[in-house]
């Protein structure tokens, strides 16, 4: 039941926008593209893709979703931390900062799996790919 309301959740139109958003539009360099991003534009956008799947991955980490269908079923978790992990360090090195930011509950998901590393590297490299023919489509 619990994996269904979360799919529900997915789908309403503001979260598929910022999912969107995040998956094809944000792409950061640094801990302060992320800061920037909070107070940006995009900030809500940021703040609910991080959020849901922090809150996501609760559900696994708690025991209320198998975490084995969990990441069998998904992959949209494993860009949202491949997107953050290279800065979690500076994150969570900083006071004040958003909890859900520490993606606490995310990372662990993600690296129980057991090709983790592996396909951590395949997404960034995917999401590379995607942001260099993106750049592409922008000059033409």
């Known amino acids: 039941m619990g994996i269904l309301k ?3 959740l997915r789908s309403e139109e503001s979260m598929r926008k910022a999912r969107d958003w995040f998956a094809t539009g944000f792409y950061p360099e640094s801990v302060q593209d992320i800061l920037a991003t909070l107070v940006g534009e995009h900030s809500a956008d940021f703040r609910m ?3 849901y799947w922090d809150m996501a991955a ?9 975490g084995e269908m ?3 079923i998904n992959t949209e978790h494993v860009v949202v931390y491949a997107k953050l992990q ?8 900083m006071p004040g900062v958003p909890p859900y930011l520490y993606l606490k509950h995310l990372e662990p998901v993600v690296l129980r799996m057991t ?6 590297a395949a997404m960034r490299r995917y999401m590379k790919s995607r942001m260099e023919s993106r750049a592409g489509e922008d000059r033409k």
């Open 6 to 8: 979360l799919y529900e």
């Open 115 to 120: 090709d983790a590393e592996e396909r951590v």
């Open 86 to 93: 290279p800065f979690l360090a500076g994150i969570r090195a």
């Open 49 to 51: 893709v991080a959020s």
């Open 58 to 66: 609760a559900f696994v980490v708690f025991g209320a979703i198998n």
């Open 70 to 72: 969990f990441n069998a």
